[in-house]
């Protein structure tokens, strides 16, 4: 049976692992943003943005919980960007990490799905949304347009504002578009029936009236 929700209840009770495991992977990001606004030294915060991915892919190992491919390319990423902002004293390489990440799982999105047949967002999300290839690939260039946009939009941002400004967004605005995404996401699903809920079977309107005679009979 296929029943409308609210797209926010929906949203709740569907996304729930995932907000979670977007919340444990936003540590690093968390760090890095309290110590640049208690000290207001980028590099200080680099440092410990570097600090605190690498604990955290130390974490994951240690538990043996599986590394995403985000929080992979979001290490790598952190570790060569970070270290050159370091090492060169030029805060523009980590600014530009945002937009790196965001265009790479942008191109593996669609990467997979052209070559690989894949449907990445299938493989994350199919235990709670039941729907058609034909929507999860839809889906696909969506979010591989969301992802784009927020790259351009986070250069946008570096280049036209403030470090202080740049670092807000980075934590607010970024998480704030995701979350948007999501929510986007949600309300289509919904509204083309794609959210589906177990229930009881309908009643067949056949058998209940043949018991209705006997019982009258």
Do not use: C
Not at 51 to 71: D, G, H, I, M, W
Not at 152 to 172: A, C, H
Not at 185 to 211: H, N
């Amino acid at each position: 049976m296929v029943k409308v929700y609210d797209p926010l209840d929906t949203l709740t009770t569907s996304s729930n692992g995932l907000f979670m495991h977007q919340f444990l992977e936003y540590i690093a990001v968390i760090a890095f943003v309290i110590v640049f606004f208690w000290t207001r030294d980028v590099f200080v915060a680099t440092a410990v943005l570097l600090v605190a991915v690498s604990a955290q892919v130390a974490f994951y190992k240690l538990t043996k919980r599986p590394l995403s491919n985000e929080l992979k390319i979001t290490f790598w990423l952190s570790l060569i960007l970070g270290g050159l902002t370091l090492i060169l004293r030029d805060e523009t390489f980590i600014q530009w990490k945002p937009s790196i990440i965001s265009w790479a799982m942008a191109l593996g999105l669609v990467g997979a799905m052209w070559f690989a047949k894949m449907l990445v967002l299938k493989k994350m999300l199919g235990a709670a949304i039941t729907t058609e290839d034909d929507i999860w690939r839809k889906l696909t260039y969506g979010w591989t347009l969301g992802l784009t946009a927020n790259g351009l939009i986070n250069l946008w941002v570096v280049y036209n504002f403030s470090m202080e400004t740049w670092v807000t967004f980075k934590f607010v605005g970024l998480l704030g578009l995701q979350l948007l995404y999501v929510v986007i996401m949600m309300i289509y699903l919904v509204r083309i029936g794609a959210i589906k809920e177990d229930g009881p079977a309908p009643a067949d309107p056949e058998g209940s009236a043949e018991e209705s005679s006997e019982t009258q009979a």
